[in-house]
């Protein structure tokens, strides 16, 4: 015979669903300046091309107003997310709002690349004539607004550690004879020494993926491609103005394209894997059953998946046979896991 209970928290208590990152707000004020870098320049470019007949500086302005509407994405998803973080109709909150704006500008990079690395190929096969006396100046403004975009942004959560793992003391009791002397205790405490510090490690290394602001992510991702891609001109444009070497500005187009799509191709990865609810941190995973085990009961069934940057949640299954365990023993027992911001528990009781 068994009784099954199921609470959402402690003895159902209310609780908010706001799983935004700890730098959101800050994250997106930066994204908004870098807006009106963007758009000053590219006003600036159009209008100052179409007065001097530059159609070299219309076509940047043009490629400048591609970058701000990119910059737009990310700073609508900031706004969005603090506008709605409370909204009911977001169960699970505004938390992803910044995974999906990730994701969208991670294909608009693939699609840049795609588009480079083609117009690449073309000059290729039919050359084109470089007017350098245009072109070079342009590709050294558009790399002083990319760092001056890249400053703006810097310091936004593109993957840090918070220094932050779990003790457990893991006991092994059925290894520790085998590797040597039944009785070598020493052995067996190195042993879980290495175990407990390759835990510890990877802990780390989760909590650190799994606390990147992909939003962010994404918009710096998106400068630095384009301060690489300027980098690359500028050199193809000097080399083929030097030297000769006409090749050399296609070459820098297609290697430019390269990187770009690696790093788009990432992005997608990474932000993809959060909107399908994959398991974030098999570390965090292995903590929970770790956990349960100990306190002599049985995971039935458990569940994580990225609310937000930094945030899980977990839904956990429980056999025990102790009548008085019911879910806030268990909510207090996860408690010591920071990042698991909302926890569902079923608790299902045994006859002993």
Request: net charge negative; hydrophobic share 45%; glycine share 10%.
């Amino acid at each position: 015979m068994s009784m099954n209970k199921f609470y959402d928290a402690p003895f159902a208590t209310p609780h908010d669903h706001v799983f935004l990152g700890e730098g959101h707000d800050a994250n997106g004020r930066k994204t908004w300046s870098v807006i009106v870098l963007c758009t000053v320049m590219m006003i600036g470019e159009i209008v100052g091309g179409s007065m001097f007949g530059s159609l070299a500086l219309v076509a940047d302005g043009m490629h400048m107003s591609t970058h701000a509407g990119a910059m737009l994405i990310a700073a609508l998803a900031y706004t969005c997310a603090r506008k709605y973080a409370n909204n009911p109709q977001f169960v699970f909150g505004t938390g992803k709002m910044g995974d999906l704006a990730g994701f969208t500008s991670a294909i608009i990079l693939a699609m840049i690349a795609l588009l480079i690395g083609y117009e690449a190929v073309d000059r290729f096969v039919s050359p084109v004539q470089i007017r350098f006396a245009e072109a070079i100046p342009i590709a050294v403004l558009g790399l002083l607004v990319n760092m001056v975009s890249a400053w703006l942004l810097s310091g936004g959560d593109h993957g840090h550690a918070h220094g932050h793992s779990h003790s457990h003391g893991h006991a092994h009791a059925d290894d520790s004879c085998q590797a040597g002397d039944p009785h070598d205790h020493s052995a067996h405490h190195d042993h879980e020494q290495h175990t407990q510090h390759d835990h510890d490690a990877q802990d780390a290394h989760d909590h650190e993926r799994n606390s990147r602001d992909h939003n962010m992510r994404a918009a710096y991702i998106h400068v630095i491609a384009d301060a690489a891609v300027s980098v690359l001109a500028i050199i193809g444009l000097l080399l083929a103005k030097t030297l000769g070497w006409v090749w050399m500005d296609p070459l820098a187009g297609i290697i430019g394209a390269l990187v770009i799509f690696s790093w788009s191709y990432t992005l997608i990865r990474d932000t993809g894997a959060i909107l399908l609810d994959m398991n974030p941190s098999v570390s965090l995973g292995d903590n929970v059953k770790l956990v349960i085990k100990e306190a002599g009961d049985q995971l039935l069934d458990l569940h994580i998946w990225r609310l937000g940057p930094g945030h899980f949640g977990a839904v956990v299954s429980v056999r025990t046979g102790t009548i008085a365990r019911g879910p806030a023993y268990y909510h207090e027992l996860l408690r010591q896991y920071r990042g698991l911001s909302h926890i569902t528990v079923e608790v299902h009781h045994t006859s002993p």
